[in-house]
């Protein structure tokens, strides 16, 4: 009998925990959609007063005519000689890392070994 009161009890609180999961899932739902009708309407279009009118499609591009690539002061012939290296895909990034984790370049500014 205790085992079966027990079942009850166990069946009504999965039965509330259920109920209580779907609120929240509805909830997360509703809030996704409207972040998602919000970006929609971000994304369609920015207005530069300078440029004129900017898509999301050339977004990228304008973005990246403003991108320097600029290796840490005394690291240039390091950086060289990582570019010619497969499989560093962003070897200014990794320069400046380096320099900011206490490494010491290698290379001269005209490539060779120091």
Same mark, same amino acid.
């Given at each position: 009998m205790k085992y079966i009161n027990w079942l009850k009890e166990q069946e009504t609180q999965s039965k509330e925990f259920i109920q209580v999961d779907r609120e929240?899932?509805?909830?997360?739902m509703q809030a996704q959609?409207?972040?998602a009708e919000k970006n929609k309407?971000?994304?369609k279009k920015v207005v530069n007063p300078g440029a004129g009118e900017v898509t999301k499609e050339n977004i990228l591009s304008l973005y990246l005519?403003?991108?320097?690539e600029v290796s840490p002061p005394g690291w240039e012939g390091s950086i060289k @000689?990582?570019?010619? @290296?497969r499989g560093i895909k962003n070897v200014w990034a990794? +320069?400046?890392?380096?320099?900011?984790? +206490?490494?010491?370049?290698?290379?001269?500014?005209? +490539?060779?070994?120091?």
């Open positions: 929240k899932q509805q909830k997360s959609q409207q972040a309407s971000l994304e005519e403003f991108i320097q @000689k990582m570019k010619k @290296k990794l +320069g400046w890392w380096m320099k900011k984790k +206490g490494y010491s370049p290698h290379y001269t500014k005209s +490539g060779r070994k120091k």
